[in-house]
């Protein structure tokens, strides 16, 4: 079956550095990759939708300079908080359709990076 | 716009009992997809199933079962005999086709139930 590969898996990290979180789809190809983030005990928000070749679209409420993605290739989307705060402390997890996915293909979703910042 | 409601924050059942998942759902759109993810503690999703709006039968695998009724924006999840392994959060999720309300393909998901299932 379809494989989503994230790492790290878990990520500690000072107040003000910076956390990249790579995505990649194993054994398919992927243009188009959802990052999503989830607070303890709550559900899953979508940050921004990563397309291959393009720019990144932002969910309303969240600072694209912060959290800048890059989709270089069909099979890797990354995730880097810049300036981290302890507040970006969260559980990040990507997902990616495959290529002739249509609306109704289920995500695949990575196993999910725990950052903590301190 | 577009929500999932799932109204029970957290079930507890003991081991060989049924259990019922809520999810309700809002759409203006008349084709759209829903999901059921489970959410294990280690933290990954795991794909349970999908349905499409033009397919109301219900769907047994195993011992789980959803129930899809579009007259009452409804798609439950039952697991029978449940047991210790099912202890998981489960997330009801809703993909529509228009691009309002959120990024094409999107899945728009509830809040969760945490179902544990004690010994």
């Known amino acids: 079956g379809a494989v989503v590969s994230q790492h790290p898996s878990r990520v500690i990290c000072k107040s003000g550095t910076s956390v990249k979180i790579e995505c990649r789809s194993l054994?398919?190809?992927?243009?188009?990759m959802f990052w999503y983030r989830q607070f303890p005990k709550q559900s899953l928000m979508l940050m921004a939708t990563?397309?291959?070749?393009?720019?990144?679209?932002?969910e309303q409420g969240v600072e694209k300079d912060k959290f800048l993605i890059n989709h270089a290739s069909l099979t890797l989307s990354t995730l880097t908080v810049t300036s981290a705060h302890p507040e970006d402390s969260s559980f990040y997890i990507c997902?990616?359709?495959?290529?002739?996915?249509?609306?109704?293909?289920?995500?695949?979703f990575g196993n999910g990076t725990r950052l903590t910042v301190t | 716009a577009q929500k999932v409601t799932q109204a029970q924050t957290e079930i507890s059942v003991v081991e060989k009992e049924d259990v019922t998942l809520d999810c309700v759902y809002e759409?203006?759109?008349?084709?759209?997809?829903l999901f059921w993810y489970k959410q294990p503690p280690s933290g990954e999703l795991v794909f349970l199933i999908r349905?499409?709006?033009?397919?109301?039968q219900n769907e047994i695998s195993g011992r789980y079962s959803w129930n899809f009724q579009k007259s009452t924006s409804s798609f439950n999840f039952t697991i029978t005999a449940s047991q210790v392994v099912d202890s998981a959060v489960y997330f009801c999720?809703?993909?529509?086709?228009?691009?309002?309300?959120?990024?094409?393909?999107?899945?728009?998901f509830g809040k969760g139930t945490k179902l544990s299932v004690k010994p």
């Open positions: 054994d398919f190809q992927a243009t188009t």
């Open positions: 990563s397309n291959e070749g393009s720019k990144a679209t932002y």
């Open positions: 759409t203006r759109d008349t084709t759209y997809y």
């Open positions: 349905r499409n709006s033009f397919d109301e």
């Open positions: 999720a809703l993909s529509v086709l228009s691009n309002y309300g959120g990024s094409q393909g999107n899945l728009i």
């Open positions: 997902s990616a359709k495959e290529l002739q996915g249509n609306r109704g293909s289920p995500l695949h």
